[in-house]
């Protein structure tokens, strides 16, 4: 246990109310000079560090946004967390990071993020029910889906516009006049892989050219196994599209392994842009989501409801940019 | 504001002291089977839900681990965020997440971890002021500096055995009677970076083969732009080993892209087995960091500290393995 000081010894010393004392260090109410001065005083001498379990109480909020991530090995994703953390520092919160193994948060995760009366939650790859989602917003806990899109209109969501950017994706392939293609999903009950889809699907349909659809999970690995998967069923696209980057990269790989040429026998492109998209090794041809302008729209949101709960819900899309490398 | 309910309007309704209703969820204290029925039948009527907040104040202690990161981009720390995530939640404790862009942690990160009266800090690759961190032992919250050994013995911290790695690493690139070597360090301020350079200048010493050194800053670009700088300067060592694996990958790609032939013509190692290291682009020779020895190292320690505190100083250090690959 550590040595503590708290209110109650500051007000003994200072000879005043402990009220007295919290108004001095929390509430802006009025107190007289005289008072403050005899607090400050008596704080000072103690060693008093008012800390924010005491102002938590007494404000009845908090300064921590709870943030959940699962796909950490997904380079996207870190990056993502540097700027929250970058983002709310400048308000003043802090970031409870919480990491679930499961695609669906855990019980045991939204009761630390209650049991710590978070002013805020992120909730990034990982889904969570909408039963649980509403016990959030009964106890007025406003909540952001980020980088996904919901298919209620309950909740807040800021996301890329994955239809309009697949869309371009397959218009940018279609251009040159190319063959079947493939498409390589993430994690099927996510919005980004269906929406990316469909996008593709869409223009690809309207120019007649098939497609094949391979299921795989957002990982390096998965794309690496599909790619091998697809050559081996004797699938030649003439280009593979991959829900995301770091699949993409998989699938480069494994398509050099076999000694296929890309560009020039497979196109590959993937989506997000992440720092190894660029690098002389992959030069990858990808979609960039634009992560500065989705975390400033998470974080004017949840600061405007953390000053003012409106319960208010919106799908936010934005729209990001392609960027051509030499993998096309 | 949240709509609220706290002890007081409990003890109202449950027609008992305040200090009952404490009792009742946080003490373990004795309190009559009566006053606990009255209390948790008030309690539920009111959905009271007691919090962090009030247990942190009547127990002064809290479950918060203070973990303090900066390099995000090396893969390497989001898996030991994600390691020290899971580990701790096995035993109660969560994640407040501090992203610092300097090599030393600011004032402000400082005054977050002691208003938060955390448990515990870890620091990761960050540096920190002997006399801040004094401030945490006045304080009695244990910390611990991972992935880095202490010149002063007043802390606890805990890294792979940094020394004989690296002397292995010669014993293995000289055992094949290779010509001048290339070290190319991190950050130079860091124990990691300058005892993988002394283990390795030892053991090259005493067979009497030279080598270069060169600055770099455990990033990706950083090797890149130095393995440039070394062909430029016209270096052309049998052997380059970089102080981290993220490095030795853009070490990789800048010299592949000079048309410099791996491992015929310069073999390359890294440090860390990130991932990436064995991906087929790579197939990278590394020393095998332990991350979950090193892990369990600072949670038994850290939770050690928070049942009783002692502290009590060590350097702990973890051996780690070798790992062979395609580019020596």
């Given at each position: 246990?550590?040595?503590?000081?708290?209110?109650?010894?500051?007000?003994?010393?200072?000879?005043?109310?402990?009220?007295?004392?919290?108004?001095?260090?929390?509430?802006?109410?009025?107190?007289?000079?005289?008072?403050?001065?005899?607090?400050?005083?008596?704080?000072?001498?103690?060693?008093?560090?008012?800390?924010?379990?005491?102002?938590?109480?007494?404000?009845?909020?908090?300064?921590?946004?709870?943030?959940?991530?699962?796909?950490?090995?997904?380079?996207?994703?870190?990056?993502?967390?540097?700027?929250?953390?970058?983002?709310?520092?400048?308000?003043?919160?802090?970031?409870?990071?919480?990491?679930?193994?499961?695609?669906?948060?855990?019980?045991?995760?939204?009761?630390?993020?209650?049991?710590?009366?978070?002013?805020?939650?992120?909730?990034?790859?990982?889904?969570?029910?909408?039963?649980?989602?509403?016990?959030?917003?009964?106890?007025?806990?406003?909540?952001?889906?980020?980088?996904?899109?919901?298919?209620?209109?309950?909740?807040?969501?800021?996301?890329?516009?994955?239809?309009?950017?697949?869309?371009?994706?397959?218009?940018?392939?279609?251009?040159?006049?190319?063959g079947p293609m493939v498409y390589i999903s993430g994690n099927e009950?996510?919005?980004?892989?269906?929406?990316?889809?469909?996008?593709?699907?869409?223009?690809?349909?309207?120019?007649?050219?098939?497609?094949?659809?391979?299921?795989?999970?957002?990982?390096?690995?998965?794309?690496?196994?599909?790619?091998?998967?697809?050559?081996?069923?004797?699938?030649?696209?003439?280009?593979?599209?991959?829900?995301?980057?770091?699949?993409?990269?998989?699938?480069?790989?494994?398509?050099?392994?076999?000694?296929?040429?890309?560009?020039?026998?497979?196109?590959?492109?993937?989506?997000?842009?992440?720092?190894?998209?660029?690098?002389?090794?992959?030069?990858?041809?990808?979609?960039?989501?634009?992560?500065?302008?989705?975390?400033?729209?998470?974080?004017?949101?949840?600061?405007?409801?953390?000053?003012?709960?409106?319960?208010?819900?919106?799908?936010?899309?934005?729209?990001?940019?392609?960027?051509?490398?030499?993998?096309?």
């Amino acid at each position: 246990m550590k040595p503590t000081v708290n209110a109650k010894d500051v007000a003994k010393l200072a000879g005043v109310s402990q009220s007295s004392v919290s108004r001095v260090f929390f509430d802006g109410a009025k107190v007289t000079e005289k008072t403050r001065q005899k607090v400050l005083a008596a704080a000072q001498e103690l060693g008093y560090r008012p800390n924010e379990y005491a102002r938590s109480l007494i404000t009845n909020s908090t300064r921590i946004i709870g943030l959940v991530m699962k796909g950490i090995h997904n380079p996207f994703y870190p990056q993502v967390l540097k700027q929250f953390t970058t983002s709310f520092k400048k308000y003043g919160y802090s970031i409870l990071f919480v990491h679930t193994n499961n695609d669906e948060i855990q019980n045991e995760d939204i009761e630390t993020l209650l049991n710590y009366n978070v002013a805020g939650v992120i909730i990034t790859d990982a889904t969570m029910s909408m039963n649980v989602a509403e016990a959030f917003k009964a106890n007025h806990i406003p909540l952001v889906f980020f980088n996904r899109k919901l298919t209620t209109s309950d909740f807040y969501s800021v996301c890329c516009n994955n239809l309009n950017a697949s869309r371009k994706i397959a218009e940018f392939l279609t251009a040159r006049g190319e063959g079947p293609m493939v498409y390589i999903s993430g994690n099927e009950d996510t919005s980004t892989s269906r929406e990316r889809e469909q996008g593709f699907a869409e223009v690809l349909e309207q120019r007649g050219i098939p497609y094949q659809k391979y299921t795989s999970d957002f990982t390096y690995d998965g794309g690496y196994e599909t790619a091998r998967r697809m050559l081996s069923e004797g699938d030649a696209p003439a280009a593979v599209f991959a829900a995301n980057d770091i699949m993409a990269l998989g699938v480069i790989d494994a398509l050099r392994k076999s000694g296929v040429k890309i560009p020039e026998q497979v196109k590959v492109v993937g989506f997000d842009n992440i720092d190894m998209a660029s690098w002389p090794a992959y030069q990858l041809t990808t979609w960039e989501q634009p992560i500065d302008e989705m975390v400033d729209e998470t974080v004017n949101y949840l600061l405007s409801e953390i000053d003012e709960y409106t319960g208010q819900a919106q799908a936010v899309e934005v729209e990001g940019s392609f960027v051509e490398r030499s993998t096309t």
